[in-house]
């Protein structure tokens, strides 16, 4: 059974930071592209960041050089370090197993950027 398992959401000030990690299971991790998706409330899932099992990592024009993702094979995780969070960035956030066309999400975590 695969199980994406997020952790480290919150509520957050604008200018503040969040890491949010993802504990992968039931996967062979190392071969599985790994990302991240966030949904505001009404509007569509976008990719907000991927970290492919090779090769390098992708970002949305809307949060490069503020987010940074990472994977840790041994540990079978991935992270988003997500740094000046904007009220625009107030999302849930799932974390994604992809493979060829088969994907596997968590169930989200909620961030929200608010003064």
């Known amino acids: 059974q695969v199980q994406l398992v997020e952790s480290g959401g919150g509520l957050v000030q604008p200018g503040g930071s969040l890491r949010l990690s993802c504990a992968a299971s039931g996967i062979i991790f190392r071969i599985y592209d790994m990302g991240w998706v966030r949904q505001a409330p009404g509007k569509q899932r976008d990719m907000v960041a991927v970290?492919?099992?090779?090769?390098?990592?992708n970002y949305a024009d809307s949060v490069k050089g503020r987010f940074t993702i990472s994977r840790d094979n041994a540990k079978n995780t991935i992270d988003l370090q997500m740094n000046s969070l904007k009220p625009e960035d107030t999302a849930v956030y799932y974390c994604?197993?992809?493979?060829?066309?088969?994907?596997?999400w968590g169930q989200g975590t909620q961030v929200t950027v608010s003064s």
């Open positions: 994604i197993a992809r493979r060829g066309v088969t994907t596997y």
């Open positions: 970290i492919p099992s090779g090769g390098s990592t």
